[in-house]
């Protein structure tokens, strides 16, 4: 990981800020499906993750990968629900809001941090070119 | 517009030319008033070529400092570096560096000057 | 020693771009959403050092920043390529240059008038 380049700095917030984005989109994807029973192929809607990676290019941080959470549909026992088996169980989506929601609040700080970082680096240059007036 | 080279060779052949001519009417002075030349009066000439040596040398610096400082501006310009520390210490330093020589130079026209003033 | 181009003309021209690549900057935030809409560039600094890197000495009137789409970044479902934090990045870089290049003209020109006063 090369850090010779003097904005290397911005670069690597930049994509901290865009991993975090990322981060809050799959986050509020996951809370808006959260009672989703039929995401299109008959099965409930399945929780995803995002898996980071350290970009060797800039030294920032990029997206891996998109996972679907592989744990147990959730059986909720509903038997006037039309939508329940034999059994009256109905599947729910395998999202747990307060994990989801303990996840944003960690994405948020992470964001903000990186918005600090920024800053804090601008605030720095500028106070070296002061040196120029 | 002035192209700064031109100005440091300016500076360096004016001082040159400064102190030549207050070597040179000391020269006159001496020797028209009838005293014997002293011996220090020799010594008095080295310090001066010394002077003049050591400014030369510092003005040479001062064009390498220039040199550095255009150097890393063109850098910054082009995109080869983007570290702006660099850029600024590099400039920071060759214009203290110039402005102490201007003083310098400054210092000595002022002093010819008021040599020149002086009524013999 | 002496160069074709005098530094302050280099750099009244690196302001020059710098100028233009705001106006892109804003161009590409103002189109976030639009639709086959692909982020505008300005390219300078390359034309710059190949010019100097050949004769070390530059012909300002054949380097003109000229704006182009890089067509590198990655395209969403709408054809749209513009990210946003991207070009608060690149808002935060052009500004720094841009301040960078006035201070180093204004010291350059002062240096050329403590030159010339002789009082």
Redesign the interface.
């Known amino acids: 990981m090369e850090v010779d380049n003097g904005f290397s700095p911005i670069d690597i917030a930049i994509s901290g800020l865009r991993a975090q984005g990322k981060q809050i989109e799959i986050i509020s994807s996951n809370v808006a499906n959260s009672r989703t029973t039929n995401a299109g192929n008959g099965e409930p809607y399945r929780r995803l993750e995002a898996v980071f990676k350290t970009d060797d290019d800039i030294g920032g941080v990029k997206l891996d990968k998109i996972l679907a959470d592989r744990s147990e549909f959730l059986k909720v026992l509903d038997p006037g629900n039309p939508q329940a088996d034999e059994d009256g169980y109905v599947s729910m989506p395998n999202v747990n809001l307060p994990i989801e929601m303990m996840n944003l609040t960690i994405a948020t700080r992470i964001y903000q941090a990186n918005t600090a970082v920024l800053k804090r680096y601008q605030k720095m240059v500028e106070t070296t070119l002061e040196l120029l007036r | 517009?002035?192209?700064?080279?031109a100005?440091v060779s300016g500076?360096q052949n004016a001082m040159k030319n400064v102190i030549e001519q207050n070597t040179l009417r000391r020269n006159e002075n001496s020797s028209s008033s009838g005293m014997p030349k002293v011996g220090s009066f020799d010594n008095d000439k080295s310090e001066f070529s010394n002077a003049v040596k050591a400014i030369d040398n510092y003005i040479s610096k001062v064009d390498d400092l220039q040199?550095s400082s255009?150097m890393s501006?063109?850098d910054?310009?082009?995109?080869?570096?983007?570290?702006?520390?660099?850029?600024?210490s590099a400039?920071?330093k060759a214009?203290i560096s110039?402005?102490l020589l201007?003083g310098v130079r400054?210092k000595i026209?002022e002093a010819y000057k008021q040599t020149m003033n002086m009524q013999v | 020693m002496s160069s074709t181009n005098g530094i302050t003309d280099l750099l009244n021209a690196g302001l020059k771009a710098e100028n233009l690549r705001q106006k892109t900057i804003a161009n590409n935030i103002a189109n976030l959403e639009t639709p086959e809409y692909r982020r505008i560039d300005v390219k300078f600094e390359e034309l710059l050092e190949r010019s100097l890197g050949s004769s070390g000495s530059v012909d300002l009137s054949e380097i003109e920043p000229v704006i182009y789409r890089p067509q590198k970044t990655p395209v969403k479902s709408n054809g749209n390529d513009v990210n946003l934090e991207s070009e608060v990045g690149q808002m935060v870089k052009n500004t720094l240059r841009h301040t960078a290049y006035i201070r180093l003209l204004s010291k350059k020109y002062k240096q050329i008038e403590l030159a010339i006063d002789v009082e």
Do not use: H, P, R
Request: aromatic share 6%.
């Open positions: 517009m002035a192209n700064f080279n100005n500076i040199q255009d501006i063109k910054l310009l082009s995109g080869k570096n983007e570290d702006i520390t660099s850029v600024v400039v920071a214009d110039f402005k201007v400054n026209i």
